[in-house]
């Protein structure tokens, strides 16, 4: 069969050095890809002033998948890269379902009391095309004293029921068969609305999953006092957004959280990126954990079928993680994905 084509979009910041440690060990695995670089970011936008221009985003189309690092640097105005590069490619995309599971692993140190890896083991389907990230905005009278500032949420009957079917489909493939729609429908009545009925009606296809209903507040409070509440989340980009750091920091932290960006349907190619940006604060001095790539690599092979490649990487991840309990503290980005690779390759 032929090699997997795999665009690798390192981005910016410490994107760049977490995603050669995701290539190593992607290579290590024995999965055959050829893979495409795409210099898209920061760097490239100060030297062109492009973000993402249309005859790239024509070509990425025709990938297998994307891996992507992290996008976005203080010396661009905010949201420019995130929104001309990052969510463009969600949207174009329609990567509708953005995959981040929170899983304790063991030997993982948890800033909560008395949990262990059976207590925290989440999935979170969060939206990915929609919500305040997609929705219109503006402002009159900028500047002065009587400034208003609006930014609307979109929902769709059609965005949001193929990601709750999605969800619905993943809870009943889990032993516990548990979906909780998180939202804030007590004061979003419109989208709130929109989605309680989408999940009382779908749910009714799917007699075996029990569904639940939590506010985005209590959602919040719950993933850190009760996160045995929870096996599948299905919620809007923004609550998503913010869930999932917090899910990160309950399952070790930011640089353990992987994520996909899924086209279900695979009209386009499936993104895979670590939960955290480019954190430029520590770019450059191999410090950043690359395991949160590497993570994202192993739901890479998985959304490729291959779940042999995919467990080999997330034992490797395991059986690493656990050997830091032994006192590996300060490995450099290098040496963790040299340690992984190695334990791929054994
Ligand atoms: C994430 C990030 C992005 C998001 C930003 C960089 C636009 O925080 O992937 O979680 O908000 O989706
Ligand atoms: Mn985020």
């Not at 002033?49 to 891996?67: C, F, H, N, Q, S």
């Not at 930014?151 to 993943?170: C, I, M, P």
């Not at 548990?178 to 779908?202: E, I, M, P, Y």
């Not at 980009?237 to 930011?254: K, P, Q, R, S, V």
């Amino acid at each position: 069969s032929r090699n997997i084509r795999l665009a690798v979009i390192p981005g910016d910041g410490i994107g760049t050095e977490v995603v050669a440690e995701g290539l190593k060990v992607l290579e290590a695995v024995g999965a055959k890809f050829d893979t495409t670089h795409y210099d898209l970011g920061a760097a490239r936008y100060h030297r062109t002033g492009e973000t993402l221009p249309d005859p790239v985003m024509e070509e990425l189309r025709g990938y297998d998948a994307i891996l992507l690092g992290a996008i976005g640097d203080p010396s661009v105005p905010p949201g420019v890269l995130e929104r001309d590069v990052l969510l463009k490619l969600r949207f174009a995309f329609d990567h509708y379902v953005n995959l981040r599971p929170v899983k304790l692993l063991p030997g993982v140190e948890t800033p909560l009391a008395d949990v262990s890896p059976e207590d925290i083991d989440i999935v979170v389907v969060r939206e990915g095309t929609e919500s305040l990230y997609a929705g219109t905005g503006g402002v009159m009278r900028r500047g002065t004293p009587h400034e208003i500032a609006t930014q609307e949420s979109l929902n769709t009957a059609h965005g949001v029921e193929r990601v709750v079917r999605y969800a619905f489909d993943k809870a009943a493939s889990r032993p516990r068969k548990k979906l909780t729609l998180v939202h804030k429908t007590n004061v979003l009545t419109f989208a709130g609305d929109l989605w309680q009925r989408t999940v009382t009606r779908v749910g009714e296809e799917y007699p075996d999953v029990t569904t639940d209903y939590c506010h985005i507040d209590a959602a919040s409070m719950f993933f850190v006092s009760q996160p045995q509440r929870f096996d599948v989340v299905v919620t809007d980009n923004l609550f998503g957004d913010i869930i999932t750091d917090l899910g990160a920091a309950i399952a070790g932290g930011i640089g353990l959280a992987a994520s996909g960006n899924i086209n279900p349907e695979r009209t386009a190619p499936s993104m895979f990126e670590p939960v955290h940006g480019s954190a430029p604060d520590i770019a450059g001095q191999g410090k950043a954990d690359p395991t949160a790539t590497i993570l994202s690599v192993a739901m890479l092979l998985d959304h490729l079928g291959m779940k042999d490649e995919a467990a080999k990487v997330e034992q490797a991840v395991s059986d690493d993680i656990i050997e830091r309990l032994a006192g590996w503290a300060s490995r450099t980005t290098h040496e963790i994905g040299d340690d992984i690779t190695a334990r791929v390759s054994g």
